[in-house]
């Protein structure tokens, strides 16, 4: 039998009571318990970064984080960017630099660059692509994508 | 140029989803009441099933159906895009590693996979081949059951298609040849890699079936699903939300049957989304063995090409062979050669089945014969970007007697390429330039249908088959339908994705939409336009013929009046719409080689600087810089992302990216941690992509395909700045820091 376990996780500002299995990951419960399915799956591995979310305000692959591990924890998704129905500066400037191709690894890309503008807003292009080497774009959009962090953090300056 | 129309960069159509979260892809889709499935495989390439006993399976709490090939109809049905040779299951025997020989259906993840271990498979592991060599060798296995391949004289070789082109008379010519420069050039196995896994969900619909697939190709599953159900097309329905990433591999069908039947014999929605280890056993590109034997004169030009291209596909052929034919076709180049003999092969494994991937079994010869050239101009001393200037195709050229000529100025692409790389320029020591080109020939038959609506307020709806999976389809529409009905592209619609509501498209590849399905696009907003002037004629009482429809107004004699003012009235108190038809076909030609000339080609030029650091044989790239001939770049912002895009993920399968099979044909380095793809830190110092724009497409306004074509060369760009700065020639993909350093120990000391 599975092992069930209660745990409670604030998910974008929501207070969620959830009941759990032991080998779930936090991936699992986002995308299957709470329908937040803008977080995407690919490697399972902690490789590609397609899962990254903020947990406590530190960037992880949500697949490497057992969904009990985030009990009393603050998660932030890519559903959690926008406020008020306006996209955060970030992602309007994934739109206009046209950083966003097939889409799928951009949740994590953008929850990467937020943590890493977080933690350092005014980051140089190797800056940004060091901070951004864990998430894998296979439309390669990498330099696009550096451009808008960049654009973002310039943004924020004005 | 308005700001929505063609030529601007309005935002992506489909990219606040893309930004939010809110884009659903096929695994994010959640239908109810559904079954999970996970396959079950073996843990070696070739087998023979003895039995499978599902029992402890079964007895999983949660497990409602166990499949085998004992419980599909008999014979097993199967199926492929060029070939039916791919069985729904393995039937009898695994012919590659991942081969699915049983599925279970739960009601959740962790019960099907629990399940899928308890499938026990008694089996005996069976001789199996891997390589080129093993393959064409008579002693070894035959992949495929002749019988599965009837009437066809090569059935009894693991030889799947030997196809030759040409012109000229080879032979004849090589004595006039002043130098003959022969050599084999290898690329390697590399996988698609989309950061979306394939997925496929299957449901009963009424009296027919619903299917939602990471397909590329949505109109043709569709015609495999209802073959293999012996259902009416209408009654199978297609869902492709947008892919994740295509490249290729997501075109053609892989395990929509299975999970069709399973639907069909639970009665339920059944729901297979696969990991990334498992999507690596799902698809790859054709490695290759390229030979080019070719004749020059003292000046470099060329005398005659003889190519001999081996590609190893898999053990089924998915759509691999026509990568082969295409490719090989091709091989001769965008150059003007007097003679050219190709063989091209495509051969059976027991591997992964090799697909379509970016670049259509071109860049495998490309970097075979620039890397060949190359290596006459340093015989000749000539220098490599004067050597391809000789023997360029001028525009109109018949380069190719049997294909359509020259398309561009595909001079003015090569020399911006070079002048952007400094080409000629003095190099400090230990850094080295590479330049080469590449062309690939566009879609060789095609049919696309658009339907657009223009609804009452003006705001438009547009019906295109087309799959956006990156490539920016649905913006480049959205910009037609602003160019040609004025409607602000915020009021435009583009709908994708569905069989039962989308007119039919042949299939997203080649780098066809923009030109084909674009030209369906337009050619529907014309008919809206058309509508438009006889509703403007019969309102203001003047002839039709003297009515414009231009850009969202409509020009009657003496005044200009906006769309809505002809069309609200026009309509009438019941208000309604404008709908539109929009056809573009390219037909086949039934005595071309490829059986249809290229509606357009693809063409790039790489050039790079490199740095070599001799102590661990790692390559830097300092500048990358790609130009490539669009004809007319409809969105720039997505032309210069498609261009960069592709320049990178070519430097993949040039640097890093290769399978590894061990003996018993397993891939040793499946998945993200072993599989290396180019990461943001894999960049070139400085990349540079520009366009070249003549109008001279046969798309709408003058635009070509271009999203395959700064991939083309980048192999033989680098292998040759790697020539120049450090003196070895290396023949082999990938350009690992291994491999390089390896040859840099073996470089004759001067």
């Known amino acids: 039998m599975t092992a069930m376990i209660p745990i409670q996780v604030t998910v974008n500002g929501r207070a969620r009571a959830l009941v759990v299995a032991t080998h779930h990951t936090l991936l699992d419960v986002l995308r299957d318990d709470l329908g937040l399915t803008g977080t995407k799956e690919c490697c399972l591995v902690g490789e590609c970064g397609a899962c990254t979310v903020m947990l406590d305000g530190r960037v992880v692959d949500s697949c490497l984080v057992l969904a009990v591990e985030a009990d009393r924890a603050q998660v932030t998704t890519v559903e959690g960017l926008a406020h ?51 998430n894998l774009c296979r439309c390669a959009g990498y330099q696009q994508i550096s451009e808008a962090v960049l654009a973002a953090a310039e943004a924020a300056d004005r | 140029m308005s700001a929505n129309g063609i030529g601007a960069s309005p935002a992506r159509v489909g990219g606040i989803g893309r930004v939010t979260g809110s884009q659903l892809y096929v695994a994010d889709i959640r239908l109810q009441d559904v079954l999970h499935v996970k396959l079950v495989t073996l843990d070696c390439a070739r087998a023979r099933i003895v039995s499978i006993d599902t029992s402890a399976a079964e007895q999983v709490p949660g497990v409602r159906l166990v499949m085998t090939a004992a419980e599909l109809p008999q014979p097993v049905p199967r199926f492929g895009p060029q070939f039916s040779d791919r069985p729904v299951l393995a039937v009898g025997e695994t012919k590659y590693h991942g081969e699915p020989v049983a599925a279970v259906a739960a009601e959740t993840k962790d019960a099907a996979e629990e399940a899928a271990r308890l499938v026990w498979v008694e089996y005996e592991e069976l001789p199996a081949i891997f390589s080129i060599a093993a393959a064409l060798d008579p002693a070894s296995p035959l992949v495929q059951d002749p019988a599965i391949r009837p009437n066809d004289p090569l059935a009894g070789t693991n030889v799947l298609r030997e196809h030759r082109f040409g012109w000229g008379d080879v032979d004849a010519v090589a004595a006039s040849a002043d130098l003959v420069v022969e050599n084999t050039y290898t690329f390697p196995m590399v996988t698609h890699f989309a950061i979306e896994p394939h997925g496929f969900m299957a449901a009963p619909d009424g009296d027919g079936i619903a299917v939602w697939s990471t397909i590329q190709h949505p109109n043709w599953l569709q015609k495999i699903i209802a073959t293999i159900l012996g259902l009416p097309l209408a009654k199978v329905r297609v869902f492709a939300p947008d892919p994740g990433g295509g490249f290729g591999g997501k075109q053609h069908a892989k395990l929509e049957p299975l999970v069709a039947f399973m639907a069909l014999e639970t009665g339920r929605p059944c729901r297979l989304i696969l990991t990334l280890d498992e999507t690596f056993q799902a698809v790859r590109r054709s490695s290759t063995e390229v030979r080019v034997r070719a004749g020059f004169r003292s000046d470099g030009r060329l005398v005659f090409r003889d190519i001999e291209a081996n590609y190893l596909v898999g053990a089924y052929a998915d759509i691999a062979d026509r990568t082969v034919s295409k490719g090989g076709y091709a091989s001769s180049g965008p150059y003007r050669v007097p003679a050219v003999r190709i063989v091209a092969r495509s051969i059976l494994s027991h591997t992964t089945p090799s697909t379509a991937f970016r670049g259509f079994g071109n860049p495998q010869p490309i970097w075979a014969v620039e890397s060949n050239m190359d290596e006459a101009a340093r015989a000749l001393g000539i220098d490599p970007l004067e050597i391809r200037l000789r023997n360029l195709a001028r525009r109109g050229e018949a380069f190719n007697p049997s294909d359509t000529p020259a398309d561009g100025d595909w001079e003015q692409t090569v020399r911006r390429a070079a002048e952007l790389i400094g080409w000629g320029s003095p190099l400090p020591p230990g850094r080295g330039r590479g330049i080469a080109v590449g062309m690939k020939s566009g879609p060789t038959t095609g049919l696309s249908y658009s339907t657009v609506r223009l609804l009452v307020d003006g705001s438009v709806i547009v019906y295109a088959g087309t799959s956006d999976m990156g490539q920016g389809a649905r913006t480049v529409f959205a910009q037609i339908a602003a160019q040609e009905l004025g409607a602000p592209i915020e009021w435009i619609t583009v709908v994708m994705g569905d069989t039962a509501v989308v007119p039919y498209d042949q299939q997203t590849s080649a780098s066809r939409s923009t030109v084909l399905m674009g030209n369906a696009v337009l050619a529907a907003c014309r008919d809206v336009q058309a509508k438009l002037r006889a509703m403007a004629a019969r309102l203001h009482g003047v002839d039709e013929a003297q009515v414009v429809v231009q850009r969202g107004v409509v020009r009657l004699p003496g005044r200009d009046l906006p769309i809505l003012d002809i069309l ?131 798309g709408p306004y003058g635009s070509k395909g271009m999203s395959e074509g700064s991939l083309l060369c980048v192999a033989p760009a680098v292998a040759a700045a790697v020539r120049d700065a450090t003196g070895v020639v290396i023949r082999d993909l990938p350009l690992t820091p291994e491999r390089v350093w390896r040859a840099l120990q073996e470089r004759p000391t001067p």
């Open chain 2, 568 to 698: 609200k009235p026009g309509l009438g108190r019941l208000g309604g719409e404008l709908i539109g038809n929009g056809e573009m076909r390219k037909d086949a030609e039934p005595d071309h080689p490829l059986g249809g000339s290229a509606a357009f080609y693809e063409f790039n030029c790489t050039a790079v600087e490199a740095e070599v650091d001799e102590g661990t044989g790692d390559i830097t790239l300092l500048r990358h810089v790609t130009v490539s001939d669009v004809g007319k770049a409809l969105n720039p912002l997505q032309a210069r992302g498609q261009d960069e895009g592709a320049a990178i993920q070519g430097l993949g399968h040039t640097l890093m990216e290769h399978y590894i099979y061990d003996e018993k044909g397993r891939i040793r380095n499946l998945g993200a941690i072993d599989y290396r793809i180019p990461t943001s830190m894999d960049l070139p110092l400085e990349l540079h992509s520009e366009i070249v724009e003549n109008g001279d497409g046969p």
């Open chain 1, 84 to 134: 008020d129905g306006h996209l955060s500066p970030l992602q309007q400037a994934f739109l206009d630099k046209g950083a966003a191709q097939c889409g799928f690894c951009i949740p994590g890309q953008l929850m990467a660059a937020h943590a890493l503008l977080a933690e350092n807003p005014h980051p140089t292009i190797p800056e940004i692509l060091e901070g951004l080497a864990g």
